[in-house]
């Protein structure tokens, strides 16, 4: 997992959609890494999914957006988002411009498809859609998500990409 890709991830979502809440960021995070996962054999920051009851949730952005972090990761974050608590569920904007070096042509692509999969669309669409992939399904509930069960169905030699990336701990 490479935690400032993950912040900066958040950054770009959150420059890309102002005013985007925890539930949004942390789906179109989710849908960013899958689509790069499926379509180039690696995620794009290997966060670890958790099968909460509302779809996947990345485990370190998440606790970035909530601002819970452990100590050693709070200079990873400060300084990255503004919140805004003025509604029930907090929403952010960017406090910056996200740093592109850490992401690929291919990353930004899916960044990109992920925020436009996910715009005008309400919680309960994206939660339900989440609920028919076969990694949320195969998980338990509140349990980590496995990266090869968000292949299931892709191209072998995607696959074989995967196995190469997780020989050298990228999966």
């Not at 452990?70 to 996200?98: C, S, W």
């Not at 690929?104 to 309400?122: F, M, N, P, Q, Y």
């Not at 892709?154 to 990228?170: L, M, N």
Request: with cysteine.
């Amino acid at each position: 997992m490479d935690k400032e890709k993950a912040v900066e991830a958040l950054v770009y979502i959150a420059g890309k959609v102002p005013g985007v809440g925890r539930f949004h960021a942390a789906k179109i995070l989710y849908f960013a890494e899958r689509f790069h996962l499926r379509e180039f054999g690696r995620p794009i920051v290997g966060d670890r999914y958790i099968a909460m009851d509302h779809g996947p949730v990345p485990s370190f952005a998440y606790d970035a957006l909530k601002g819970t972090v452990p100590p050693a990761d709070k200079d990873t974050v400060e300084g990255a988002l503004i919140q805004n608590d003025a509604f029930h569920h907090p929403t952010y904007k960017a406090r910056r411009e996200a740093d592109l070096s850490y992401f690929s042509k291919t990353d930004i692509e899916c960044l990109d498809r992920a925020v436009a999969h996910c715009a005008g669309r309400s919680f309960g669409s994206i939660s339900d859609e989440t609920h028919k992939h076969t990694a949320w399904d195969k998980a338990n509930l509140n349990g980590r998500m496995d990266y090869a069960d968000m292949m299931d169905g892709v191209d072998p030699e995607i696959i074989e990409d995967a196995k190469v990336f997780a020989a050298y701990g990228v999966l």
